[in-house]
């Protein structure tokens, strides 16, 4: 397998990778119209971080991580790196080195569609990261990859310099030219959704404020008593007894 490293690539503007770091990642979801998550086995090694950056990409085969190492050239503040194989893989391809050598030039944590190990000691020094393995297995370094270019998880495709944003409900992919008008969107659902919580706390039921109660009726969904529903019940029971 040759490969490319591609060097600077476009990225999101700051300002919009910081606003879209102010919301969660299902209300960034939601804006963008239920799109961009990268699936639910992608799972943070810690709790209680949320973290976006623009995506440094890297395509390795599995089980080697000598493309990681040429992606960390590349790699500078405010960015997030994401990783993944050719063919499935749950081998720790990244740990402890990679981390400090990550944190040092400002990267904001990782993604990688592989294992990951040496969790502990992430989790001490406080780089943020997600994976779908943790794995004790060693990798190799013996095969070219690709470092910046379009890559896919769970069938998102990420573009080097699109946002990454990563709690602990998952990741989700903005693409690079969404960022601000996701932003946006973002802020008002989250303006609604602080208008419903404020009804909740009054004592308001979901199926008013949104209008649901009219929606049983159209699925046939109808009230019964306790006592009426049992009644039924037995005459079902004494019908299969006959």
């Known amino acids: 397998m040759s490969g490319v490293i591609v060097t600077n690539p476009p990225k999101t503007d700051a300002k919009d990778v910081e606003a879209l770091a102010g919301f969660g990642v299902a209300t960034v979801s939601e804006a963008m119209g239920r799109t961009g998550l990268l699936g ?3 799972r943070p090694i810690q709790q ?14 599995p089980g080697d991580n ?17 990783v993944t194989t050719t063919s499935p893989s749950t081998d ?13 030039r400002g990267v904001r944590g990782l993604v990688i569609n592989a294992g990951i190990r040496d969790t502990q000691e992430l989790r001490e020094m406080g780089f943020a990261a997600w994976s779908r393995a ?6 190799v370094k013996a095969t070219g990859g690709c470092v910046n270019v379009p890559v896919a998880i769970d069938g998102q495709v990420i573009r080097p310099g699109d946002v990454i944003l990563a709690d602990d409900d998952g990741v989700v992919v903005v693409p690079r030219e969404r960022a601000r008008e996701t932003a946006e969107k973002s802020e008002a659902r989250e303006a609604k959704e602080a208008k419903s919580r404020a009804a909740f706390l009054d004592g308001q039921l979901g ?14 969904v109808t009230y019964q008593s306790y006592e009426d529903y049992a009644r039924a019940d037995d005459h079902v029971r004494a019908g299969e007894r006959s």
């Open 92 to 104: 720790g391809m990244f740990g402890e080195l990679f981390a400090t050598a990550l944190h040092r």
């Open 40 to 42: 639910p086995e992608i």
């Open 66 to 82: 000598l493309m990681i190492h040429a992606a960390v050239e590349q790699c500078g503040e405010g960015d997030f790196l994401v």
């Open 48 to 61: 209680g971080v949320r973290v976006a950056g623009t995506a440094v990409t890297v395509l390795s085969w």
């Open 134 to 139: 943790v794995s004790a297995q060693g990798t």
């Open 207 to 220: 199926l008013d404020r949104y209008g649901l109660r009219e929606k049983l009726v159209q699925l046939g």
